[in-house]
């Protein structure tokens, strides 16, 4: 099946430096999906990129739709404590329409 | 409000009983979605319902067994489950279950099986 490779899988930053994970894939997608995930909770939702080259932002946090459809990256900037758990890039194709194809997830801890 | 509710949130069974988990959206959403999420790992699909019918299913064991009353409830009935099955069961749902969804989480149910 598709796999998403997200990285790095994991980082350890100190509060107030900026971050940035990325996903790849050897497949196409029409639509990214950025999740949040806490220790026992369900994922969040954080940003939805629905076209190549889109650039979107939620407070803090940028991402984007590679141009190729094939990566998307999310930034964090000035990180705080509660930016830690665990960020999972998710992605849908035509064709398999319901399906979500999750990355590997990185896990982000950050110190004071 | 794009809230997905999902009870119980702690559920402990023995190999012989029969639970139930229950999932509950009021976004007016016509497709949902049952995951299973192990430690440390990505959520993985399980079934997906469209419109109150099942159109997807992970060649998920007959152990589990899912049901769509109606548009809102999404129900997964547990029986004889095995210690490895003990995961945490997500929900979700999306508004029409199309290449261009977003799809919304529950809290989940940490199931652990004795």
């Known amino acids: 099946g598709q796999q998403l490779n997200q990285s790095p899988q994991s980082m350890f930053i100190q509060e107030g430096e900026d971050v940035s994970m990325n996903c790849t894939s050897s497949s196409i997608f029409n639509t990214w999906l950025w999740y949040k995930q806490e220790p026992g909770e369900g994922p969040v939702l954080l940003i939805a990129?629905?076209?190549?080259?889109e650039l979107t932002s939620n407070g803090r946090l940028t991402a984007q739709f590679g141009i190729t459809r094939k990566d998307s990256f999310l930034n964090i900037s000035a990180s705080i404590p509660s930016d830690v758990g665990i960020y999972f890039c998710?992605?849908?194709?035509?064709?398999?329409?319901?399906?979500?194809?999750f990355g590997t997830g990185t896990r982000l801890q950050v110190t004071l | 409000d794009t809230e997905v509710t999902q009870t119980p949130k702690h559920l402990v069974m023995g190999m012989t009983n029969k639970k139930s988990l229950k999932c509950e959206q009021h976004?007016?959403?016509?497709?949902m979605y049952w995951y299973k999420q192990k430690a440390k790992k990505p959520p993985e699909l399980m079934f997906v319902y469209s419109y109150e019918k099942l159109s997807i299913n992970e060649s998920v064991p007959s152990r589990f067994s899912p049901e769509c009353p109606n548009s809102s409830l999404l129900n997964l009935h547990l029986h004889a489950l095995q210690p490895e099955d003990s995961a945490l069961y997500l929900c979700?749902?999306?508004?029409?279950?199309?290449?261009?969804?977003?799809?919304?989480f529950g809290p989940g149910t940490r199931l652990t099986v004795l």
């Open positions: 976004m007016g959403h016509r497709a």
């Open positions: 979700a749902s999306s508004r029409r279950g199309g290449p261009w969804d977003t799809q919304y």
């Open positions: 990129l629905y076209k190549a080259g």
């Open positions: 998710a992605g849908l194709v035509t064709g398999t329409a319901s399906k979500l194809t």
